[in-house]
């Protein structure tokens, strides 16, 4: 059974970034962001095994399963090859995400993060193709895919190898278009090619693209007043054919109304706009900021419990606004009290989950310079 697109919300709801209070997540916040979501007709929740730190699935059962029928919502989640060690490892990890989720089963399940290396070579040293397509057959599965941050020759080779995959999931945004590391232009060609469908995400790229410099705003403020920088983000990649769902993960109501009146009467890009995005990408291109989406995957393994997007997100204000001293002073009110930069070991977990390939370590050298 191939994905029905036509079903398929244009807004997907990513539960990578919820709202958070006292460490937990604010599960009456989420309760009201989903709610207001799905009164405007929209139905597609993204999760993962390890977002927020394995709490995200259980979100979603309380704020999702529990209060809305099971037919009235699709729910995607993801199994992790980082956290493969055994054939066996495959279901126990599969269960758990049911037990978690509330459900007996997902309508979209993909293999997380696919990329050259250790997670690539892991899926398919345990079979894990050919076990998706088993789950699907018990009706565990609705339909199997992979989420993407590999080159566009893996891509390719997947798909010839693996035709059985139903849709794609992978970072685009207007910024990424050209980027050689992301090339989100090329998969999106690969994808157009085959008539793939496709799953959008970072089409705001961690909220980068939500606060562009000011000189970016002002373009686009002159170009269509009063319309969110994140609005330009997402209409971008909403005006791309071929394109199922596009997720946002929001954190916060503001967020939420936003994005909503974003694909309410939807209005795809014009040709003038077109152009101001060209602009905004010259002056974004100059400002060398560090492309971190935030996803927190680098955290999680971290020794020393370095809040790592936490410190880049301070050292892309300080490069994007030169608020030097606010931003420093904002470091060591809320960030340096769980862990500096300095504190960094040079173990390389980071860099070995991190899809956007940085160079954490010498990132962290540099922002330590900067901050400590």
């Known amino acids: 059974m191939s994905v029905d697109t036509s079903k398929m919300p244009r807004l997907g709801f990513g539960l990578m970034r919820l709202p958070e209070a006292d460490g937990n997540i604010d599960l009456d916040s989420v309760c009201k962001m989903v709610d207001k979501y799905m009164e405007a007709g929209l139905n597609y929740f993204d999760t993962a095994y390890v977002y927020h730190g394995g709490k995200s699935e259980e979100a979603a059962k309380k704020a999702v399963v529990e209060r809305y029928p099971r037919d009235s919502f ?66 565990k599965i609705k339909h199997f895919g992979f989420s993407f941050h590999g080159t566009p020759d893996l891509l390719e080779k997947l798909l010839d190898d693996h035709p059985e995959v139903e849709f794609v999931q992978i970072q685009l945004n207007y910024i990424d278009w050209d980027n050689p590391v992301i090339a989100s232009g090329r998969l999106y060609e690969i994808l157009s090619e085959r008539n793939i469908p496709m799953i959008i995400m970072e089409p705001v790229k961690g909220g980068t693209l939500a606060s562009p410099p000011p000189e970016a705003l002002k373009l686009f403020n002159a170009s269509r007043p009063g319309a969110s920088a ?17 997720l946002s993960g929001m954190s916060n109501e503001e967020q939420v109304k936003d994005n909503i009146s974003t694909f309410t009467e939807f209005e795809p890009l014009s040709d003038g706009e077109k152009q101001t995005i060209e602009e905004v990408k010259q002056i974004m291109h100059g400002k060398p900021t560090i492309g971190c989406t935030s996803c927190r995957y680098c955290c999680d393994g971290c020794p020393m419990g370095i809040p790592i997007p936490d410190i880049f997100s301070i050292i892309n204000t300080i490069r994007i606004y030169n608020e030097g001293w606010r931003a420093k002073n904002y470091y060591n009110s809320n960030i340096a009290g769980t862990a500096r930069a300095s504190d960094c070991i040079g173990c390389g977990q980071c860099e070995g989950v991190c899809p956007q390939h940085l160079p954490i370590i010498e990132l962290l050298k540099d922002a330590s310079s900067q901050l400590d």
């Open 74 to 139: 699709y729910l995607a989640t993801k199994l992790p090859a980082w956290c493969i060690k055994s054939s066996e490892d495959r279901d126990r990890i599969f269960n758990e995400q049911c037990e978690r989720a509330g459900v007996d089963y997902f309508d979209f399940y993909l293999l997380h993060s696919i990329e050259e290396g250790g997670n690539y070579d892991t899926y398919e040293k345990f079979d894990c193709f050919k076990w998706g397509v088993e789950k699907k057959k018990e009706g």
């Open 230 to 246: 994140a609005s330009w983000a997402l209409r971008f990649v909403a005006s791309l054919p071929g394109v199922m769902t596009i």
